[in-house]
Each structure stands twice: as C-alpha cells, then as structure tokens.
C-alpha cells in the first residue's frame, strides 16, 4: 500500500513539473496549430479545385443554354416563317380554286360563242368542225383533265377558227341540191364565200346564205369557180379572179 502512494505521488510530482514548464507547452500548441493550418489549407485546396470544377460545369451549362435558347429562338422563327408560308400557300390555293371554277365558267361561254359562230358561218368543213368543238366539250367536262389543258383546247380551237378566215382550200365533200346530192370539190375562200364543182366541173355552184343552201350557176359564174378551183389546186397559175358570193339577203 505504502508503494501505491509513493508511485502515485511521483506520478502527480511529474505531471506538475512537466506543466509548470512554459516551452513544452508553447510547442505543443504550436505544433497543433500547424496541424490545423495543414488541414484547413488542405480542405481550402480541395474546395478549391471542386469550386474550380463547379464553376467549368456552370460555365458550360451556361454556355448550353445559350446555345439552346439560340437554337429554339431560331426554331421559332422557322415555326413563324413556316406559317406565314402556309398562310400564304392556303390563301393562293383558295385563290386558284375561285380561278379554276371561273376559269371553266368562262371557257364554257367562250365554247357556247364559238358554237354559235361556226353555226351561223359557212358550212365549209362542218363535220372536222363539229368534231373539234364536241371533243372540246367533253375535255371542259372531263374532271381529269387539268385547267391548262382545258384552256389549251379551248385556246386551239379558237386559233383553228382564226385560222380559217385567211385560208382558201380545196376539199371534197357531199353537196345536198334540191332534189339530188353531189359529190362535188368544194372552195372555201376564208369565210367570203363557198362554191362547189363537180369532179368533171360541168356543174357548180355557191353556197347561198341567204337560203341556208346550195345554188347551181351556169355561164360566166360557173366559169368564174372552174378557174378559182384551178387556181387553188394548183392547175393554174394564180391571178385575180372575180367570184360570185351569193346573195346576202332573202
């Protein structure tokens, strides 16, 4: 027991010592400050290096969002302009529909005129006439068929017509007279008059609109429509040559 006390003793006695003594404490002190300045510099740089790694993360999802904001600002004025095309595109297509629907209202009264020309003019080449005019009709009726091909036709149409008022042709067709049909070589001579002459050119004669029929000459016309006949095939030479036209009025 005595020895317990005596180790305890100088246990105490040197622990006292050792704290009365002012540089063991200064180092000790020291020496954890420094360790502490070691750890908070070390958390200093390593926050550093993550604040840096933060901020370059920042700095390109920044960078992105611009990029993206470009981007959609860009899509939206595509969007914008895309509209206005259609817009654009509806309202010509809403136009070009009223056109065509006009457009087919006007050819069908320019047909129905032309009708009524070719009617009322001399009945040269009626069944090429006729036939023109009737397919015509059907194209203008036909759904198929494209609103420039059916002005086209129309168009053709109109230009053959022209055509005929300057055109002097020879072509062979039947003639109705009174009381017999002919086969006969038939004149035109644009839309002035219309005479006819048998193949052996003993008989001939005009067209009298007058009458709305074939007449016969004799003598000096006859002569006259041999000779314009000859003419216009090519059997004589061209010169000026007088024809009678008919009468004009009943």
Same mark, same amino acid.
């Given at each position: 027991?005595?020895?317990?006390?005596?180790?305890? $003793?100088?246990?105490?006695?040197? $622990?006292?010592?050792?704290?009365?003594?002012?540089?063991?404490?200064?180092?000790?002190?020291?020496?954890?400050?420094?360790?502490?300045?070691?750890?908070?510099?070390?958390?200093?740089?390593?926050?550093?290096?993550?604040?840096?790694?933060?901020?370059?993360?920042?700095?390109?999802?920044?960078?992105? =969002?611009?990029?993206?904001?470009?981007?959609?600002?860009?899509?939206?004025?595509?969007?914008?302009?895309?509209?206005?095309?259609?817009?654009?595109?509806?309202?010509?297509?809403?136009?070009?529909?009223?056109?065509?629907?006009?457009?087919?209202?006007?050819?069908?009264?320019?047909?129905?005129?032309?009708?009524?020309?070719?009617?009322?003019?001399?009945?040269?080449?009626?069944? !090429?006439?006729?036939?023109?005019?009737?397919?015509?009709?059907? !194209?203008?009726?036909?759904?198929?068929?494209?609103?420039?091909?059916?002005?086209?036709?129309?168009?053709?149409?109109?230009?053959? !017509?022209?055509?005929?008022?300057?055109?002097?042709?020879?072509?062979?067709?039947?003639?109705?007279?009174?009381?017999? !049909?002919? $086969?006969?070589?038939?004149?035109?001579?644009?839309?002035?008059?219309?005479?006819?002459?048998?193949?052996?050119?003993?008989?001939?004669?005009?067209?009298?609109?007058?009458?709305?029929?074939?007449?016969?000459?004799?003598?000096?016309?006859?002569?006259?429509?041999?000779?314009?006949?000859?003419?216009? $095939?090519?059997?004589?030479? =061209?010169?000026?040559?007088?024809?009678?036209?008919?009468?004009?009025?009943?």
């Amino acid at each position: 027991m005595r020895i317990i006390l005596i180790a305890a $003793t100088m246990t105490l006695v040197a $622990t006292a010592l050792v704290a009365q003594d002012p540089a063991a404490e200064v180092t000790s002190v020291a020496g954890e400050s420094q360790d502490t300045r070691r750890a908070t510099q070390h958390e200093l740089d390593d926050w550093a290096s993550e604040r840096a790694a933060l901020k370059a993360r920042w700095d390109s999802a920044q960078a992105q =969002v611009e990029y993206l904001e470009e981007r959609a600002q860009l899509e939206r004025d595509r969007l914008i302009a895309l509209e206005a095309a259609g817009d654009e595109l509806a309202r010509r297509l809403e136009e070009s529909q009223r056109l065509e629907a006009s457009l087919e209202d006007t050819l069908l009264s320019i047909l129905g005129r032309l009708d009524d020309a070719v009617a009322r003019d001399l009945p040269f080449l009626a069944d !090429e006439r006729d036939r023109r005019l009737s397919t015509v009709r059907r !194209e203008l009726g036909d759904p198929a068929a494209t609103p420039a091909d059916k002005l086209r036709r129309v168009l053709e149409a109109l230009l053959i !017509e022209t055509r005929y008022g300057g055109a002097l042709e020879v072509y062979q067709d039947r003639v109705a007279l009174a009381d017999e !049909e002919l $086969t006969c070589d038939l004149l035109y001579v644009g839309r002035l008059g219309l005479f006819w002459l048998t193949p052996d050119e003993a008989r001939g004669g005009v067209w009298n609109p007058a009458a709305d029929r074939f007449d016969e000459l004799d003598g000096g016309e006859l002569e006259s429509v041999r000779r314009a006949v000859q003419m216009a $095939t090519r059997r004589r030479a =061209v010169g000026v040559q007088p024809l009678p036209l008919g009468r004009v009025g009943s």
